[in-house]
């Protein structure tokens, strides 16, 4: 089993910048990559990034490279949220993943972040 908890959402002006974190307990050893997913209501959960625990392996998606960095340390994921839009309003999930492949085997609670206009 691998905790997982998100914090560090909130509401910011549209170009601002927030930082997650999510910090990861448990069999954290046999986990391959964590990722950053996000919602939005009547909306498929969507993957903002991933990384592996060296740092070695990341990727995003197209809406957000350039403006958010994903990055690891001492059992915690952060996802550093620069230049944010309205569009990035969203719930905000940690998961790990422990083979490489569509399934994401343990989530957080989520953490919201709201971008006002």
């Known amino acids: 089993q691998v905790q997982l908890v998100e914090s560090g959402g909130g509401l910011v002006q549209a170009g601002g910048s927030l930082r997650l974190s999510c910090a990861a307990s448990g069999r954290t050893f046999s986990t391959y990559l964590m990722g950053w997913f996000r919602q939005t209501p009547g909306k498929e959960r969507e993957m903002v990034a991933f990384?592996?625990?060296?740092?070695?392996v990341t990727e995003y998606v197209d809406s957000v490279k350039g403006r958010f960095t994903i990055s690891s340390a001492a059992n915690t994921v952060y996802l550093q949220m620069t230049s944010l839009k309205p569009e990035d309003t969203a719930v905000y999930y940690c998961?790990?993943?422990?083979?490489?492949?569509?399934?994401?085997?343990?989530w957080g609670q989520g953490t919201q972040v709201t971008v006002s206009s």
């Open positions: 990384i592996n625990w060296s740092g070695s």
């Open positions: 998961a790990s993943q422990r083979v490489r492949g569509p399934i994401w085997d343990y």
